[in-house]
């Protein structure tokens, strides 16, 4: 019988040799994507996204500022908050993605609804009239992004070993044998809550983290202020709210996004687990990033709803309040009801209904921006982990 042959019941049955797909070795250093790879792969998935959903933005504020103007023709007072899951951002809309007070709003026909929106915005600006105005805010919350993809990876890696580890030991302890553990089928083994718990804390740290650079950036975008200017602004908030007042929204932003990120996250990597995929396709991603969006989107909405309007609150006051001279805005010293209570507030007037009030358009919204940006970082990853095993 020749090399490779085996008899079976009396007949020789020849192996035939079965060639499957090489297995990145994510385990072994040389295969393992650098800090600045993860840093580029956020990057590029972070600009595709901000291109992509810069459009539906800008239609969103033109809507909503028409509507706004037509009842009160002035922008001087008005904010408007991007949010789709990935970034948060409070904006000043005087930029030339809304109409201007005066003449052009009386004269200008009223959009009903997106799709009207979007075609007037490029009958009337051409197609780049989509990415205008909100381009320079969404394109400086791409560090942030970064840094929040970032933080997920390590915090779910560090977390997922010591999950094993731990499993590892009990069952080593059960056993009292020294059996050998597969690192590469750990991800697998990982439940829910490890992702889950993982984009908590990502989300926790991040938005802790850009707080108080947010506020600097909301308050530059009140006109021509100079450095001296704002560090007398922050002083004085620091004065008046403590040191804690540099974190003023925090709560309600916390609140809103990280359940929303524990929820896609865990969302995400159980579907990777039930279908045993460890490098998933561009596809895959991206159909499980949008329904990963839709379901944390849904499920956060009563708090996306009272957040919302919340952080259009202060960014009216940091905007607007001339924190630097002391002054006080008309209801400064009425004390904001809570999160809660607003919540409740909601739910007595109008049921559950309301507190998932708009969450269609909503969900339109987000689950773009969670498909692609998901589906651009895992394809950069993999692209650099086939890369270093092609130079192999």
């Not at 539906?56 to 904010?79: D, W």
């Not at 005066?102 to 997106?114: F, Y």
């Not at 915005?121 to 990415?131: E, M, N």
């Not at 108080?212 to 004065?239: A, C, D």
Request: proline share 7%; glycine share 8%; charged share 15%.
């Amino acid at each position: 019988m020749g090399k490779g042959d085996t008899r079976m019941g009396g007949m020789e049955v020849e192996e035939v040799p079965v060639h499957l797909p090489p297995q990145i070795p994510s385990q072994e250093p040389r295969y393992q994507i650098k800090p600045m790879e993860y840093v580029i792969s956020a990057l590029i998935g972070g600009l595709i996204t901000t291109i992509v959903v810069t459009p539906l933005e800008v239609v969103k504020t033109r809507v909503q500022t028409q509507h706004a103007m037509r009842h009160k023709p002035t922008i001087s007072k008005m904010c408007y908050v991007f949010h789709n899951g990935l970034m948060t951002h409070v904006c000043k809309p005087n930029t030339e993605c809304v109409p201007k007070p005066g003449r052009d709003i009386n004269n200008m026909r009223p959009l009903r609804g997106a799709m009207d929106a979007l075609l007037k915005i490029v009958c009337g600006s051409g197609i780049a009239g989509l990415w205008s105005g909100l381009s320079p805010t969404l394109i400086s919350a791409l560090p942030s992004t970064i840094i929040y993809f970032l933080t997920y990876e390590y915090l779910n890696s560090s977390f997922s070993k010591l999950y094993t580890n731990s499993r590892q030991s009990s069952q080593t302890v059960e056993t009292g044998l020294k059996g050998s553990f597969d690192l590469a089928q750990a991800p697998l083994a990982v439940p829910y809550f490890v992702p889950m718990a993982s984009g908590i804390c990502s989300r926790t740290i991040v938005v802790t983290a850009i707080t108080p650079i947010e506020m600097v950036r909301i308050k530059m975008q009140s006109g021509y202020i100079t450095y001296e200017e704002l560090w007398r602004v922050m002083r004085t908030l620091v004065r008046q709210h403590g040191v804690l007042g540099l974190w003023r929204g925090w709560p309600p932003t916390v609140m809103r996004d990280a359940p929303f990120s524990g929820t896609y996250w865990a969302t995400y990597e159980s579907i990777k687990r039930s279908f045993a995929v460890t490098e998933p396709t561009f596809w895959f991603s991206f159909f499980s990033g949008a329904v990963s969006g839709a379901l944390a989107t849904f499920v956060t909405m009563p708090f996306d709803l009272i957040t919302t309007h919340t952080q259009i609150e202060l960014g009216q006051d940091v905007l607007y309040k001339d924190l630097s001279s002391g002054g006080k805005t008309k209801n400064a010293d009425k004390a904001r009801p809570s999160v809660f209570s607003r919540l409740a507030d909601i739910y007595r007037q109008q049921g559950v209904r309301g507190l998932y009030m708009g969450v269609m358009p909503r969900i339109l919204r987000v689950v773009p921006a969670c498909a692609i940006m998901i589906s651009t970082f895992e394809y950069s990853k993999a692209f650099f982990s086939h890369h270093k095993l092609d130079m192999k």
